[in-house]
């Protein structure tokens, strides 16, 4: 030893940005030191978190239940952070320009862990503290334990029974009475109270609130807060239900049926490409309701069959496996990265009907065929898989509404064009609004002759999975 003292590394960097100094992060140490970084770097980008989290696999080593809790913990705060915002504001005499955003985003995942999680208080309380210290920010820790501790003082042990300015949404249909009324009240402003209870966008809340039933209501916004569980579609080529889900169960894995009867649900799965089946290419991952289309398309054996926008594979190989692996399916996508995934899954399948096209944003390279039907599963605001994509919530915006109606429209006039007369098409969509849904198809059958509707259905979110909408249309000969 040469007497000198080695000063531990610390995890953080700064870096001074435009809007001040921030923290930068350069190795993991847990779990909620994982999560906070996800939550600063899509702040930063708007990226999605799925991304954040498997790039920064690299940068540590955590077992697989610290990386669960980093997952849980970021998806948590941006799927709830309006609500989060409410209650920290209840709780904090300064305005939120005045709170460092870093010291923001710290508040916001400790009050998630103390109020949603089932992380008891005092732990809640002291790995937040303890965080602060770990980025270096030892001056934040008695206004985060304060700060915390108060919040944890505004719940209380009972349970409400509906909307109201102290009811404030647990999970499951149920809400938890709050000590004081920091809510809206709903029969002033049900769409404030909607969207700060239920952390939705105040456009968004509107929108539901203006046309849905209350039952519809409260099961549509409960769904959008639900972790969502993962769903396999077993590969019916390659594998049975009862095969998968006994391999899965040997394996130490919980698997219910799905709605869809050749649909197995996981809990608490770990790293699905370590599962049995997976590289067998017994499986995929789909929800029921991403389901629906292909089987409403309901392809035969030597069909010649286009999916106009088939990225990331789930509805090709679907096809495929419905058709027998023996129709001919031309899987297009503008996106050349998110084709390889169509590729990827084609192959781990072992399907052969299929072959992924790149094509212009235009369409106007599309494979020439007599297609006997079309598959246009359209770029949405997902408005219907809130609960799978915490993100698309905060991403919700009238305008951008509008202009996604345009390219839907283009996209089923495309898939008119492409299909023989005779032909079937399955306009498919996860949002529930009614822009680009239902009203979409009605104005389309009235303006293009030869066009007719011959089912539709709109399943709203929760009942009893994701919101989705599809309709079935044909080309009159």
């Known amino acids: 030893m040469n007497g000198r003292r080695h000063k531990q590394k610390s995890p953080w960097k700064k870096a001074t940005l435009d809007t001040g100094e921030t923290l930068i992060i350069d190795h993991f140490d847990n779990g909620r030191m994982l999560a906070w970084y996800a939550l600063q770097n899509y702040d930063d980008t708007g990226r999605f978190l ?125 809400y938890r009475r709050l000590n004081q009324s920091i809510l809206p009240d709903p029969i002033n402003d049900l769409p404030e109270y909607i969207g700060r209870a239920f952390s939705l966008p105040r456009s968004l809340a509107r929108r539901w609130c203006a046309r849905m039933s209350r ?34 169960q040997e394996h130490g894995v919980d698997v219910t049926p799905g709605e869809n009867d050749w649909a197995l649900k996981l809990e608490h799965a770990s790293r699905l490409t370590s599962l049995p ?97 079309v598959l246009v599963d359209v770029p949405c605001s997902n408005t219907g898989v809130l609960s799978r994509r915490p993100e698309a919530r905060w991403r919700f915006k009238e305008d951008e509404v509008n202009e996604l109606v345009q390219l839907q429209t283009r996209l089923l006039l495309t898939a008119f064009d492409h299909v023989k007369p005779g032909g079937r098409i399955v306009y498919s969509t996860c949002s529930i609004e009614p822009e680009e849904t239902a009203q979409l198809v009605e104005s389309i059958t009235k303006q293009v002759p030869g066009l007719t509707l011959v089912s539709q259905h709109l399943q709203l979110p929760g009942q009893p999975s994701d919101g989705a909408f599809q309709a079935l249309l044909k080309k009159i000969p």
Not at 143 to 149: E, K, P, Q, S, T
Not at 224 to 245: C, D, E, F
Not at 344 to 363: H, M, N, Y
Request: net charge negative; proline share 4%; hydrophobic share 40%.
């Open 50 to 174: 799925s991304e954040i989290l498997s790039q920064a696999d690299s940068r540590h080593s955590l077992s697989s239940q610290e990386r669960g809790l980093a997952v849980d913990v970021a998806s948590g705060v941006v799927r709830r952070r309006r609500a989060l915002d409410t209650l920290l504001e209840s709780q904090i005499s300064r305005p939120r320009s005045n709170v460092e955003p870093d010291l923001w985003r710290l508040l916001q995942l400790g009050t998630w862990q103390v109020v949603y999680s089932r992380t008891p208080e005092h732990a809640a309380v002291d790995t937040t503290v303890e965080l602060a210290k770990r980025v270096g920010r030892e001056r934040w820790c008695s206004f985060v334990n304060g700060v915390l501790r108060n919040v944890a003082r505004l719940l209380s042990t009972d349970a409400a029974e509906d909307f109201a300015g102290d009811a404030l949404p647990a999970e499951d249909g149920l």
């Open 215 to 248: 039952f519809d209501l409260t099961k549509s916004c409960y769904h959008s807060l639900k972790v969502p569980q993962i769903t396999l579609r077993v590969n019916r080529l390659r594998a049975t239900v009862g095969k998968v889900q006994d391999a899965l």
């Open 277 to 373: 089946g997976y590289a067998e290419g017994w499986w995929s991952v789909q929800d029921d309701s991403a389901m629906l289309p292909a089987e409403l398309l309901a392809p035969q054996p030597g069909e010649k069959l286009l999916d106009l926008c088939a990225a990331p594979g789930g509805k090709t190989t679907h096809l495929a496996e419905l058709s027998g692996d023996t129709a001919q399916i031309t899987a297009c996508d503008v996106s050349e990265s998110r084709l390889l995934r169509v590729e990827d899954s084609i192959e781990r399948l072992k399907l052969t009907s299929a072959t992924p096209v790149l094509i212009q944003r235009d369409g106007t390279d599309i494979p020439d065929a007599d297609y006997d039907a």
